[in-house]
């Protein structure tokens, strides 16, 4: 069955704090997404990638970084946390025209 | 960039009435129309998707309407039930290889009782 996985479902860190949040997808979709959701501003992308070793730069990216290391795995990294970053966290995985699925997100709470 | 407008961001509808949510997409050449249901602390579940070519989808208790003329994308819920007390969200790609999703900004629809 087609499935994304976020890991760790949930997260608190303080302001300066390293943040990794990782995804897992056994699609064998070449799409990968990060994407942030807020009140009022639905969700927002951050960073996506075609493959292994691809990154593209997304919507909203300051303060993110992302590696996909695999096609199965994407990562998303936050190496100073800002209160700002307090969001959640959806990944998705995607093939050419069809709809993306999505993972069960990821609550980060920055203090 | 693409730019999605979502209305309203808040509906109340009363049971078996039908209620519309619209959006508004910016780009011409949008290929790929979706949209998505989101219950209360769960993930986004696809309602339908859309392709360019179909101006008319049906689905279990909604309709979804496409006007490409209008760059206008629309989800009628034809009789709202408990089970509809979501977040609906709308969202668009190009067709082109490198497309992400750009997705409105959400309705919130609370279905009461007649």
């Known amino acids: 069955e087609a499935a994304v996985t976020q890991s760790p479902r949930n997260k608190v860190t303080v302001t300066g704090g390293n943040v990794t949040l990782s995804c897992r997808q056994t699609?064998?979709?070449?799409?990968m997404y990060w994407y942030r959701q807020d009140t009022g501003h639905g969700l927002r992308l951050i960073h996506y990638?075609?493959?292994?070793?691809?990154?593209q730069i997304g919507d909203v990216p300051d303060g993110y970084k992302a590696t996909r290391t695999t096609q199965e795995d994407f990562f998303l990294l936050l190496e100073l946390a800002s209160p700002s970053q307090t969001s959640l966290y959806f990944c998705?995985?995607?093939?050419?025209?069809?709809?993306?699925?999505f993972g069960e997100g990821t609550r980060l709470s920055v203090l | 960039g693409e730019q999605v407008e979502q209305r309203p961001p808040h509906l109340s509808v009363r049971e078996g009435d039908s209620a519309v949510i619209t959006c508004t997409y910016t780009?011409?050449?949008?290929?790929?129309f979706f949209w998505y249901k989101q219950e209360p602390g769960a993930s986004l579940q696809l309602l339908m998707k859309?392709?360019?070519?179909?101006e008319i989808n049906e689905g279990q208790g909604f309709t979804v309407l496409l006007n490409k003329k209008d760059k206008r994308l629309s989800l009628n819920l034809t009789a709202a039930h408990p089970g509809d007390s979501a977040a609906y969200f709308c969202a668009v790609s190009g067709a082109g290889f490198a497309s992400a999703l750009t997705f409105g900004s959400g309705t919130k629809v609370i279905p009461c009782l007649p």
């Open positions: 859309v392709f360019s070519s179909t």
């Open positions: 990638s075609y493959g292994a070793g691809n990154l």
């Open positions: 699609n064998s979709h070449n799409y």
């Open positions: 780009d011409p050449n949008s290929y790929y």
């Open positions: 998705a995985s995607r093939d050419r025209g069809q709809a993306p699925l």
